[in-house]
C-alpha cells in the first residue's frame, strides 16, 4: 500500500499487519503445559518475554518495511530502527504478555502511525477477543462497525476504573497503598492485565476511568488515540501530557475528579 499516507491509509495497513501478527499469535501460543518453555525476564523476575513477542515484532517490522522502507519504527522488544521519512510505527507485539502466557484474554497487538511526532492512526488488537480497535485522528474511534464512545462523566463514587501495576516490587507497594485511597473512593476498581485493552475500554464504556503509574509508550500510543477519539480526555498530573510516570483517561468532569483524588497521593512515587 504504497499510498499509505493519509491517516486512513495508514489506518488500513497499520490493522492489516495487526491482525495477521494477532492471528500468528493465536495459532502459536502455547499450551498451558508448555508456558514456561521460552521464556526470559526484562526489567524484573515478574517482567517476562516470550520467543513470540520477538517474532510478533519481527513481522510487524517486515510487513511494514516492504511497503514502507524509509519509515522509522519503535519497538518494545528491538528499539528505535532509522529512517528517512516523517513517519514513525510504534509497536507492542503483544500488550499483556503473562496474560498471554496464561491463556487469558486481556492482551493485544499495539501498532500506532505518528507523523512528525503526532499519532494520526492506531490499532488495538485483542486477538483471544476477536476485537479490532481502530482510530484515525479526526475520524473517530471504532470497533468493527460500531463507532465509539466513552460513558459520560459520573460521580466519583459511582466509577468504574481500572488500573495496573508494575514489575518493580517497591513500585507494586506503592501502587498498592494508592489503590487502597483511590478504593473507597469510587464504586470499584478492575484490573486486566494490558494497558492498551484497559485504555480501550474507557473507549467503549465498558470501565468509566482508566489510571496507571509506569506504562511505556508503546502500550498506550495506539490506544490513547482510540480513546481519545472517542471522546475521552486523557493526560498525565498537573496539566502534563499522559506519560509513563502517570496516565490518567476518563470523560471530561470525571477526569478532573480522579485526578484530584490521585494528585494528593503523589502516585508518581516509588518509594
Known amino acids: 500500500m504504497p499510498g499509505a499516507t493519509t491517516p486512513a491509509g495508514f489506518l488500513r495497513l497499520a490493522e492489516d499487519i495487526a491482525r495477521e501478527a494477532g492471528d ?31 517474532a510478533s515484532e519481527q513481522l510487524i517490522r517486515e510487513r511494514i518495511l516492504a511497503v514502507r522502507p524509509g519509515d522509522r519504527i519503535l519497538g518494545e522488544e528491538e528499539g528505535d530502527h532509522p529512517g528517512e521519512t516523517d513517519v514513525r510505527w510504534v509497536v507492542d507485539p503483544i500488550d499483556g504478555t503473562v496474560n498471554f502466557l496464561y491463556g487469558l484474554s486481556d492482551w493485544a497487538v499495539s501498532i500506532a502511525v505518528e507523523v512528525r511526532g503526532r ?16 482510530a484515525a485522528a479526526g475520524e473517530g474511534a471504532w ?9 459520560p462523566a459520573v460521580p466519583l463514587g459511582q466509577a468504574l476504573v481500572a488500573t495496573g501495576f ?14 487502597t485511597a483511590v478504593l473507597p473512593r469510587v464504586r470499584d476498581i478492575r484490573r ?7 485504555l480501550c475500554s474507557v473507549a467503549c ?15 498506550y500510543a495506539a490506544a490513547g488515540l482510540v480513546a481519545a477519539e472517542a471522546g475521552a480526555r ?27 483524588l490521585l494528585a494528593p497521593l503523589d502516585p508518581e512515587r516509588d518509594a
Not at 470497533?143 to 460513558?151: P, S, T
Not at 464504556?205 to 502500550?219: C, H, I, P, S
Open 119 to 134: 499519532v494520526v492512526a492506531g490499532v488495538v488488537n485483542a486477538a483471544a477477543r476477536g476485537e479490532v480497535f481502530t
Open 143 to 151: 470497533l468493527g462497525g460500531e463507532r465509539l464512545r466513552c460513558n
Open 205 to 219: 464504556g465498558r470501565v468509566d476511568a482508566y489510571y496507571e503509574r509506569g506504562v511505556n509508550y508503546w502500550d
Open 24 to 54: 500468528m499469535l493465536l495459532a502459536k501460543r502455547p499450551a498451558m503445559s508448555t508456558r514456561s518453555a521460552d521464556i526470559q525476564t526484562k526489567s524484573s523476575p515478574t517482567d517476562v518475554v516470550t520467543v513470540l513477542d520477538r
Open 166 to 179: 508494575g514489575y518493580d516490587a517497591a513500585r507494586r507497594a506503592v501502587q498498592a497503598e494508592v489503590l
Open 234 to 260: 486523557i493526560g498525565g498530573l498537573n496539566g502534563r501530557p499522559y506519560n509513563g510516570d502517570l496516565t490518567l483517561c476518563a470523560a471530561p468532569g470525571l477526569f478532573e475528579d480522579l485526578h484530584d
Open 192 to 198: 486486566g492485565g494490558s494497558c492498551a485493552v484497559d
